[in-house]
């Protein structure tokens, strides 16, 4: 955790702008996570109109519609925050418009690339057809995951460029372009698995937490877990 | 109607006879079918049928169903209403409430909003009434912003009058697209999508409820000459006079509901004070606010299908040792995903006795233990009744909170209680 600081810092960004599809969920999570292994947590929540804070642990970024979208990637280029937050060593987890914007470039409504955050190598753009529905994948064995569920809603297809890694293969669902779905680049991560991401895969919220405070206790399955399993397979069958 | 042309008068015989024949074999109640069959057979059917009436549309996210059929109880002052009643908001449910009655001069429609466009420019409608906009369904629903987009520009090319709800940023900027307008302070619980301006996308000033401001291109709040005041259940019409609204129908988002039915009845020249003694004759639409009595218990069934609802159906839950049941599935009327449920705050359920049931009831139970509420999993009403009694045989009232599919059912278990 940073500095002198013993409490985890969890800056949610944007709510007002980025908050679509039950991005609170993320933060929720996240909290109730650290809490459970006795880590205490602080909560911020960023609006467009105030700037980033640079000495967060954990920096959340969530989904949103075209035009909240490109405000939103516009006033974090001129704020500066979270770019800095990420030089200090800052982790990020973002997905669908968020995972978009924090990369180098991102299409507007009609596919004009736009510049991004540029935290983390990809470029996206707009496809042909929508992604919408459960998607499944398989997260990079090296992040020790295991296998991934969420919801997708988006139009997006992203690239990733070579300082970045996909974070996981495509099972089912589209993700990416239809082979891998988010990236990761140091503790940088994104995803298209939309909204709460995080409470449906309570391996991955760890993984999080693991990258700024190490190992942690193992915590007795709850709904969480089980709500990971029945959505597996119920996209798998 | 006789001066419909033939092939007009043929359709909408032929909508009506396939209604008849939906309802007679169970399949549904008319609505739908009716209208399906009339397109095919005459595709200006609705300019048609809309041609020569004074009609209202009804548009919002929530309390679309409701606000129409407190605005077509406030209209039979005057006689027949053609109504949409049971919720068939598309243009083929419009047809169907047309035809099958033709003699009303009064309409009104009850439009989901993506056909609002359409079904305006198609029927030019005397009034269009304009609630709330907020997150719904976002998996097959359009983006509100797009949605507010359209509905602006749409009025901006008609005569139309708009009734709208001031209080909510995106649904005054889609009115003031109109040349005319009725403001309503109708209020707004659920603000989570509307804290950036509709016009420029700067943060909005809101530090008094109703009030509305873009400090970055000057939007503001539009005027308003009706307004609601919730805490002494008032509806304040235009000239001042304050009326009691006493309704049978729970919650301010009712309220609201019936400011909103007050107003544009009162543009058909009805009274407000005449308008409010009919609306409180309403206790139940579509089996919404419905109570039914099973094993000696009142089970109220509210409906609520996104998180703006389910915030107004906590404000309107009985007193805390009233159970309650929350229900969720994710079928296709529902919205296959339900991320939605974070949007939520559940930290009011604190301290109840509550109930997860549905088809995503796991979804639920992870969401309330994230908020620390205390829950218990079931698999139908009479189950939960059942644990209740068995602790408590004097247990007297159970509130159940249900999304779309599920609420059907619930309402399907018991018979379809009206
Ligand atoms: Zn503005």
Redesign the pocket.
């Known amino acids: 955790m940073t500095d002198t600081s013993s409490t985890l810092r969890i800056v949610w960004i944007y709510p007002d702008l980025l908050s679509t599809y039950g991005d609170q969920g993320n933060v929720l999570i996240l909290k109730r996570r650290a809490e459970l292994r006795g880590i205490p947590t602080e909560v911020l929540q960023v609006t467009s109109s105030s700037p980033v804070p640079e000495h967060g642990d954990i920096y959340l970024l969530g989904g949103g519609e075209d035009r909240p979208q490109i405000l939103a990637a516009e006033r974090l280029r001129k704020d500066g925050g979270l770019a800095r937050a990420v030089a200090r060593g800052a982790c990020v987890f973002a997905v669908c418009a968020g995972y978009q914007i924090i990369g180098e470039s991102y299409g507007d409504d009609e596919s004009n690339p736009l510049p991004g955050i540029g935290i983390l190598d990809i470029r996206s753009g707009r496809g042909q057809t929508r992604a919408v529905g459960e998607i499944v994948a398989d997260v990079d064995p090296a992040l020790g995951v295991g296998r991934i569920t969420g919801f997708e809603n988006h139009q997006g297809r992203t690239a990733i460029g070579p300082s970045a890694r996909p974070l996981s293969t495509t099972v089912r669902g589209i993700g990416n372009d239809d082979r891998t779905e988010g990236a990761y680049q140091g503790q940088v991560l994104g995803t298209y698995l939309h909204g709460p991401a995080l409470p449906r895969n309570p391996e991955l919220a760890d993984l999080l937490l693991r990258w700024r405070v190490g190992a942690l206790p193992a915590v007795a399955p709850s709904w969480g877990e089980r709500l990971h399993e029945e959505r597996l397979a119920a996209a798998l069958r | 109607m006789s001066d419909l042309p033939l092939r007009a008068q043929l359709a909408s015989v032929l909508g009506r006879s396939a209604a008849s024949l939906s309802r007679a074999t169970g399949r549904g109640d008319g609505s739908v079918i009716g209208g399906r069959v009339a397109l095919k057979v005459e595709p200006d059917l609705l300019t048609k049928l809309a041609k020569g009436r004074r009609l209202a549309l009804i548009s919002a996210t929530n309390g679309k169903t409701t606000t129409t059929r407190l605005i077509a109880q406030a209209l039979r002052e005057f006689g027949d209403v053609a109504t949409n009643e049971y919720g068939a908001n598309m243009p083929t449910g419009h047809i169907t409430a047309l035809s099958q009655n033709a003699s009303a001069v009064n309409g009104v429609l009850e439009v989901d909003e993506k056909y609002l466009p359409q079904v305006l420019v198609a029927t030019q409608p005397a009034f269009v009434v304009l609630m709330n906009l907020s997150r719904d369904q976002m998996d097959r629903a359009s983006e509100i912003n797009l949605l507010a987009k359209k509905w602006r520009t749409a009025l901006g090319k008609t005569n139309t009058h708009v009734i709208a709800n001031a209080d909510d940023p995106l649904v005054a900027w889609a009115g003031l697209g109109a040349a005319n307008a009725t403001w309503v302070s109708a209020g707004q619980r659920w603000k989570e999508d509307s804290w950036c301006?509709?016009?420029?996308?700067?943060h909005?000033k809101r530090d008094t409820d109703p009030y509305w401001e873009?400090?970055?291109?000057?939007?503001s709040r539009p005027e308003t000459t009706w307004a609601v005041d919730n805490e002494s259940d008032t509806l304040i019409a235009p000239d001042g006079q304050r009326l009691k609204l006493r309704l049978n129908l729970p919650g301010d988002a009712n309220r609201a509901n019936a400011a909103i039915a007050a107003a544009t009845a009162a543009g058909y020249g009805i009274h407000p004070e005449r308008t409010v003694e009919r609306l409180r004759e309403i206790t139940s639409v579509a089996g919404r606010y419905t109570s039914l009595v099973t094993m000696g218990v009142e089970v109220r069934l509210l409906l609520s299908k996104n998180p703006a609802g389910w915030l107004e159906s906590f404000a309107v839950l009985d007193p805390p040792r009233v159970p309650v049941i929350l229900a969720v599935n994710a079928q296709i009327p529902d919205g296959k995903d339900t991320s939605w449920l974070w949007d939520v705050d559940y930290t009011v359920l604190r301290g109840r006795r509550v109930f997860v049931m549905g088809e995503r009831r796991t979804d639920l139970a992870l969401r309330l233990e994230t908020d620390g509420v205390a829950f218990e999993v079931a698999d139908r009403v009479d189950e939960v009744l059942g644990r209740l009694k068995a602790e408590d045989p004097d247990i007297t009232k159970v509130d159940v909170i249900a999304n779309y599919t599920a609420f059907q059912q619930i309402r399907t278990a018991y018979g379809r209680v009206q």
């Not at chain 2, 301006?197 to 700067?202: S, T």
């Not at chain 2, 873009?214 to 939007?219: A, D, K, N, S, T």
């Open positions: 301006c509709p016009e420029c996308g700067g909005l873009c400090p970055e291109c000057g939007l």
